[in-house]
């Protein structure tokens, strides 16, 4: 199996997944790498300090608009990569053709897990609390895809 298409999905689509889309596309820019939200605030930039976090560390999100998670999305992905636990849940409740593709980003080799918080309205330290996060899973889920294809 080869990795063509990988969404990454939180809740608004203005904070986390924007961020693991940039991280994701730095290592595949061969790749179609999207993100959405279960509940976008379509048409909306990045959060101002997600995109501040993310310009300390090289990576522009001033193009991105949020949008909301689709049928046909969730079909075309190869892997869809999910901030939390719960969502992953959902996803695989509202499109159940997808559920054996739906994967948490934080899910680490021998059942280790972990949730991406959501800083939405809250200090920038929670932001780059998110962000260092998102790296982790981003590095792990690097290497697996690879390892696909």
């Known amino acids: 199996m080869t990795m063509h298409s990988i969404l990454l999905v939180c809740v608004g689509n203005i904070c ?24 976008a605030l379509v048409g909306h930039p990045a959060d101002s300090t997600a995109q501040d976090v993310a310009q300390q560390h090289g990576l522009d999100l001033s193009t991105h608009r949020a949008q909301q998670i689709t049928r046909a999305m969730c079909i075309g992905a190869d892997l869809i990569l999910v901030m939390e636990s719960d969502q992953q849940r959902e996803l695989a409740t509202r499109y159940p053709l997808a559920r054996g593709k739906i994967r948490c980003l934080g899910e680490l080799p021998e059942g280790q897990r972990f949730d991406v918080a959501d800083p939405y309205r809250k200090p920038r330290e929670a932001f780059e609390q998110a962000h260092a996060a998102i790296e982790r899973g981003v590095d792990h889920w690097v290497q697996r895809i690879r390892q696909i294809g």
């Open 16 to 39: 986390r997944s924007p961020l693991a889309e940039a991280l994701l596309k730095r290592h595949f820019p061969d790749k179609a790498v999207h993100s959405a939200g279960l509940a």
